[in-house]
């Protein structure tokens, strides 16, 4: 479904400076149809400029991102895009980045119909039907945000509103930047249910992208741990447990306590 090869992000430090900065060195990894594959780190270790150049919001280095086999920073016209786009899709930390301030809640959700061809519209049905049960299965009553400004909205009404719009598109891929950080405790395990069964239903892929271990435990197939720009673990949950090989690991792991139990043998 989805192919990093030897992916580099290196950043210069300044418009005169020599210095620069390795934020992703040479990260390769596989996303599987159906898959929910987490992306572990600290922050700083490189894991949200990853998901930026998946999604074509910053131009790598050096490296391949293939797409169904589709070089993506080779993709031109606005067709290509517009189909890459409607397949691979992100949700952001900060959801108020994904927001024009100037539009309407409405006019964002309604705007992703336009990454759709004819033939998926005429199936689709009624639009507004579509968009009001989208935001009623992220916990959201439609009639309260619809005709709201972002500025108007908590922060975690935003993220669901950006979760509600994966809901629409059913897309092939979701890139999840901490998609959770800012929904309260009493809502996040709801939202992480939608994820699975948005999985489940349309086969969609996820890139989970976290810095906690023990949440990524709890919903990945595979989790891919990264540390100062590079990919220093991959395994499945359970062996990450059993098997915990680089240092890194190992620390993330003593800092979640009930992982930390089953780690140990405690």
């Known amino acids: 479904m989805l192919k990093v090869e030897n992916l580099t992000k290196i950043f210069r430090t300044g418009l ?3 210095k620069t900065i390795v ?3 040479n990260v390769s990894f596989i996303i599987r149809p159906g898959e929910i594959v987490s992306l572990v780190g600290e922050s700083g270790s490189g ?12 131009r790598p280095t050096s ?3 293939l797409f169904e086999g589709k070089d993506v920073w080779k993709l031109k016209g606005s067709k290509e895009l ?8 992100g949700i952001f930390q900060d959801p108020y980045a994904s927001f024009n301030p100037i539009r309407k809640v409405d006019r964002t959700l309604y705007q992703v119909f336009n990454l759709m061809d ?24 439609p009639e309260a945000v619809l005709g709201k400004y972002p500025h108007e909205l908590s922060g975690g009404m935003r993220q669901r509103i950006m979760i509600a719009r994966c809901f629409i598109l059913r897309p092939k891929v979701i890139i999840a930047d901490e998609p959770t950080s800012m929904i309260d405790a009493s809502t996040r395990a709801g939202i992480l249910k939608l994820f699975l069964r ?3 239903e349309s086969g969609t892929s996820i890139i989970f992208i976290t810095h906690d271990l023990g949440l ?8 891919l741990i990264m540390h100062k720009g590079e990919i220093v673990e991959e395994s499945t949950p359970d062996e990450l447990l059993t098997n915990a090989k680089h240092p890194y690991t190992k620390k993330l792991l003593e800092d979640v306590p009930l992982l930390y139990r089953k780690w140990s043998g405690f």
């Not at 033939?119 to 009553?141: C, H, Q, W, Y």
């Not at 990524?216 to 989790?223: E, G, L, T």
């Open 16 to 18: 005169f400076s020599r």
């Open 23 to 25: 934020a992703v060195n």
């Open 47 to 58: 894991k949200t400029t990853t998901a930026k150049m998946i999604l074509r919001l910053l």
């Open 63 to 65: 490296g391949r991102i």
């Open 82 to 89: 517009k189909w890459y786009w409607r397949n691979v899709h």
């Open 118 to 141: 004819e033939k998926e519209l005429n199936k689709m049905g009624d639009k507004d039907e579509i968009v009001r049960e989208a935001l009623r299965e992220v916990g959201l009553r």
């Open 198 to 200: 948005l999985r489940d």
């Open 216 to 223: 990524a435990y709890y919903v990945s197939d595979r989790i």
